[in-house]
């Protein structure tokens, strides 16, 4: 079992130093979340990048020298979040991925998605490769009680420093809910009845304290631009149609900027009056628009195909919740009155409150992920942390989809400096 007893170290730990110190602060970066390379007693540049993460996410002086402060700092982050010296945390890990729900459950047709159950498996591939124990949940197997379940099974096997990932990917949506500031709660849309981040939060409660969750959510969490896209999405299908009857089958880079650029300008408007005034905005989603049509063109594909949203419509949602009122009040009481978390749960999720996440396109391959899944996929290995890999991801989409991380309990800097997905 590793000794905490600070008077091992001796001396200020710096690059270049090799010993058993050195060694012995290697196991308390790997415990904390922070990959040293080899445990090996030699302080080179894997451990140099371990411990300036570490002192980045504790506030400390970020300059690669491990002195008392740092010293105290990382005993604290170890010993304050519960996990024994010497005990090599356990990770858990729950992906759910649905293309079609029940249609027998909803009283509306829910349109189907295509890239949520690669995304799912693209996902539990990733976390298996971490070390997590896996599990899955696909299409009629992910209901809300085998979802229920799932996150409670979790919660009985894991303690303080252990961790549990849960991914979804499919439609998303919100209902009404005067106790939220903004009136509405948001959902995920599963194969028999939409799950309410209410349900969600009461969960977290049956965590041990320090248990890290990690939620990472490929889905619609819409608002007023929703509106917008459902406009946007009907004009730009018509349009097509009408090009496909005059067999337009290339479409010259002058004709597509023209294309893109008119567009933009009625895009714009419409997404004024949704409230979405950012700078960009039209453009980004007028260039996605033409970008697939020019796309579907020349593969003398189907033509009015954009990237389809993982929404369900809000008027929808809210029929749902209407029409089956008595089960989706029994749902919120059982939540209700849940024992506040005491685990540490961080959310990474595709869009904000008031956007659609995209279902994605195709790859060279034919592979299909969620515009989100596919740059975290790209982008996670490279990053520092949590907040990095946030960074990344948000850089390279557009500006109609920007992913967020919120942390649903208080913020824990240690947990949010680690590598992502360190077990």
Sequence with gaps: MLSMNRAVFARTLRRGDKGEDVRQLQEMLGQAGYDPGPIDGDFGPRTLAAVQAFQRAAGLVVDGAVGPLTIAALTSALLGSGAPAGRKPVGLSLHIGLNNVDPASYPFHVPPLAGCINDANDMRDLAQQQGFRVRQLLDGAATSAAVIDGIRAAAGQLAAGDIFLLTYSGHGSQVPDPAEDDGRSETWVLWDRQ??????????????????????????????????????????????????????????????????????????????????????????????????????????????????????????????VLARAELYRDAVDRAAGAPTPRCKVLLLSACQDNQTASDGRPDPTGHQNGAFTRELRQKWSSARDYADLHARILADMPATQSPNLFWSTPRDAAFEGQRPLTV
Excluded: K, N
Aim: net charge negative; with cysteine; glycine share 6%.
């Design 195 to 320: 799950l309410i981040d209410d349900e969600l939060y009461a969960l977290w409660g049956l965590f041990q304290p320090d248990v890290r969750v990690l939620v990472i959510s490929d889905s619609c969490h819409s608002g007023t631009v929703t509106r917008a896209l459902e406009m946007l999405t009907a004009q730009v299908s018509r349009a097509t149609e009408q090009a496909r009857d005059t067999r337009l089958v290339d479409l010259a880079p002058a004709d597509a900027t023209r294309l893109e650029l008119s567009l933009a300008e009625s895009m714009a408007a419409v997404l004024q009056q949704a409230g979405d005034v950012r700078p960009g905005a039209s453009r980004d989603l007028a260039a996605s628009v033409v970008g697939s049509l020019v796309g579907a063109w020349g593969a003398e594909r189907d033509l009015g195909v954009i990237d389809r949203p993982r929404l369900l419509d809000l008027d929808d949602a809210r029929r749902d």
